[in-house]
C-alpha cells in the first residue's frame, strides 16, 4: 500500500533560519497527489499546501514545496523560520483512484525558539 | 463558524464500555472520515464514508464502527472500548473523494479509556 516517510519526528531552529522539513512517499500510482498539513497546538490539521505537478514549486504563507517524482520527494521549506511556524506538520499522499483517501506520515513537529 | 463539529469533544470511558463519537457537518461535503491521532504513529484512518447510509473500512477499522445516518453526520462507534483506543479522533470531511481535494477537520475527539 502506499506510504509517506518523514524522517524526523522533531526539529526544533531558531528564529530567522532556515525551514526543511523532509519527505518521501512510496505509491503504485504515477500521478499521486501530495500535500501538507499543519496543526498548531490545540488546533486541528489544517491543508498548508498541495501539489499534483512533478518539478513546479507550489506556495502558500511563506513556505515552499516541489514535487519531484523522479525521487519521490515533497520536502517543505521556507526560508526564514518565526516563532508561530511552531507547530506540527504532516506530509500525506492521496489515492488517486477518487476515494479522497489521505496516507499521512508520521508528522515533524517542529519548534522555533527566539 | 465551525463547519465539522464533534461531540464530545473529551471523554473518559471504562474498559469494556460503549463510546459513540459523533461528527457533524454543514460543508455540503459528500465524503466523511474518522481518523486516529496517536504520538509517533500520525493520523490513521479508521472508516469513511462516501453516501449517507454506506460506510467504508479504512486501514485501522478493527473495534471500530461507523455510521452514517445523513449526508451532514457520521458517527464513529467503539462497541468494548480498549486501553489500547485511548488517542485523539478527528473526524473530516471533503467536497468529493477527487484527489486533490482538500480535508477539513472538525476540533477532536479526546478519549481516554480506564
Known amino acids: 500500500g502506499d506510504s509517506v516517510t518523514q524522517t524526523e519526528g522533531l526539529v526544533t531552529l531558531t528564529e530567522g533560519l532556515p525551514v526543511m522539513l523532509n519527505c518521501t512517499y512510496q505509491?503504485?500510482?504515477?500521478?499521486?497527489?501530495l500535500f501538507w498539513y499543519v496543526q498548531h497546538l490545540n488546533e486541528s490539521p489544517r491543508l498548508l499546501l498541495k501539489?499534483?505537478?512533478?518539478?513546479k514549486r507550489t506556495e502558500h504563507q511563506g513556505f515552499h514545496a516541489t514535487l519531484h517524482k523522479s525521487s519521490s520527494s515533497f520536502h517543505l521549506q521556507k526560508s526564514s523560520a518565526q516563532l508561530s511556524d511552531s507547530a506540527l506538520y504532516y506530509c500525506?499522499?492521496?489515492?488517486?483512484?477518487?476515494?479522497?483517501?489521505?496516507?499521512f506520515g508520521d508528522g515533524t513537529v517542529l519548534t522555533v525558539k527566539p | 463558524e465551525a463547519a465539522v463539529t464533534q461531540s464530545p469533544r473529551s471523554k473518559v470511558a471504562v474498559t469494556g464500555g460503549k463510546v459513540t463519537l459523533s461528527c457533524h457537518q454543514t460543508?455540503?461535503?459528500?465524503?466523511m472520515y474518522w481518523y486516529r491521532q496517536d504520538t509517533g504513529h500520525g493520523l490513521r484512518l479508521i472508516h469513511y464514508s462516501y453516501v449517507a447510509d454506506s460506510t467504508e473500512k479504512g486501514d485501522i477499522p478493527d473495534g471500530y464502527k461507523a455510521s452514517r445516518p445523513s449526508q451532514e453526520n457520521f458517527s464513529l462507534i467503539l462497541e468494548l472500548a480498549s486501553l489500547s483506543q485511548t488517542a485523539v479522533y478527528f473526524c473530516?470531511?471533503?467536497?468529493?473523494?477527487?484527489?486533490?481535494?482538500?480535508?477539513?477537520f472538525g476540533e477532536g475527539s479526546r478519549l481516554i479509556v480506564v
Open positions: 505509491t503504485i500510482y504515477s500521478n499521486p497527489f
Open positions: 473530516a470531511s471533503s467536497y468529493r473523494g477527487d484527489s486533490g481535494n482538500t480535508l477539513y
Open positions: 460543508n455540503n461535503h459528500d465524503y
Open positions: 500525506a499522499l492521496s489515492d488517486p483512484t477518487n476515494t479522497g483517501k489521505l496516507t
Open positions: 501539489s499534483f505537478t512533478d518539478n
